[in-house]
Structure formats: structure tokens, C-alpha cells
């Protein structure tokens, strides 16, 4: 593992427990799945538990909008979360995915928007 990815995708602390390390949510890729951490606006924390997204919650990423928002999914609910917003709230990862991952997401993603 290179030095640069151990930041991002946490490492083993004692007792080889997995800890997963926070960034924001605006770095987060088509295909990943995530607990939100943190949310740093009253507002959007108020909004985010009205759609079952506060804080502890788990949500993966359903695909990003080029220069637009970030579409997460919790549970059966999806939505759009703006850039400057999604700098504003921490995640944790649960899984981060992979080429082959993203691709498949994002080809249904296009065929949903679509079709």
C-alpha cells in the first residue's frame, strides 16, 4: 500500500481494529459507500435527518454530476447535494469502490437518468 492511500482509506489501530479516517463529502466517488461523520450547517444537519441522513448514518454515492451536485442514496431515498454543501459535511468510509465498481454504477446511473 503506498504511503498516500493510507490516509484515505484508514488504517489498523490497536487490536487490528479498522479505523476509518474522515474527509469530506465532495471527494466522494460514484460507488462508494460512507457513514456520515459530521455536519458542520444547523440547517442542512436539520434536512439531512429529516431524509434519514444525519450523523452515523450509512449512504453510498450513486454517481456526481460534472460541475453540479453529488446524488447520494440512504436507504430507498436519493438526493442531490450541492458541491458547497458537501464541503461542509465528514464522512468516514465503508467501502471504497473500484474501477470496475464505478463503471457498473455509473452505467446505471446513465440508464435511469435515461430511460
Same mark, same amino acid.
Given at each position: 500500500?503506498?504511503?498516500?492511500?493510507?490516509?484515505?482509506?484508514?488504517? #489498523?489501530?490497536?487490536?487490528?481494529?479498522?479505523? %476509518?479516517?474522515?474527509?469530506?463529502?465532495?471527494?466522494?466517488?460514484?460507488?462508494?459507500?460512507?457513514?456520515?461523520?459530521?455536519?458542520?450547517?444547523?440547517?442542512? #444537519?436539520?434536512? %439531512?435527518?429529516?431524509?434519514?441522513?444525519?450523523?452515523?448514518?450509512?449512504?453510498?454515492?450513486?454517481?456526481?454530476i460534472?460541475?453540479?451536485p453529488?446524488?447520494?442514496?440512504?436507504?430507498?431515498q436519493?438526493?442531490?447535494?450541492?458541491?458547497?454543501?458537501?464541503?461542509?459535511? %465528514?464522512?468516514?468510509?465503508?467501502?471504497?469502490?473500484g474501477a470496475?465498481?464505478? %463503471?457498473?454504477?455509473?452505467?446505471?446511473?446513465?440508464?435511469?437518468?435515461?430511460?
Amino acid at each position: 500500500m503506498f504511503a498516500g492511500n493510507r490516509k484515505n482509506r484508514g488504517h #489498523r489501530g490497536m487490536g487490528g481494529r479498522h479505523i %476509518a479516517s474522515t474527509r469530506t463529502l465532495d471527494t466522494v466517488r460514484g460507488g462508494d459507500e460512507f457513514e456520515v461523520a459530521s455536519i458542520d450547517d444547523d440547517d442542512a #444537519r436539520v434536512h %439531512a435527518i429529516r431524509f434519514g441522513m444525519g450523523a452515523g448514518s450509512n449512504c453510498s454515492c450513486v454517481t456526481r454530476i460534472p460541475a453540479g451536485p453529488i446524488v447520494l442514496k440512504s436507504g430507498r431515498q436519493e438526493i442531490a447535494v450541492g458541491r458547497k454543501l458537501a464541503q461542509r459535511i %465528514a464522512v468516514k468510509d465503508v467501502r471504497r469502490a473500484g474501477a470496475a465498481r464505478r %463503471a457498473a454504477v455509473h452505467a446505471e446511473s446513465r440508464e435511469t437518468l435515461v430511460g
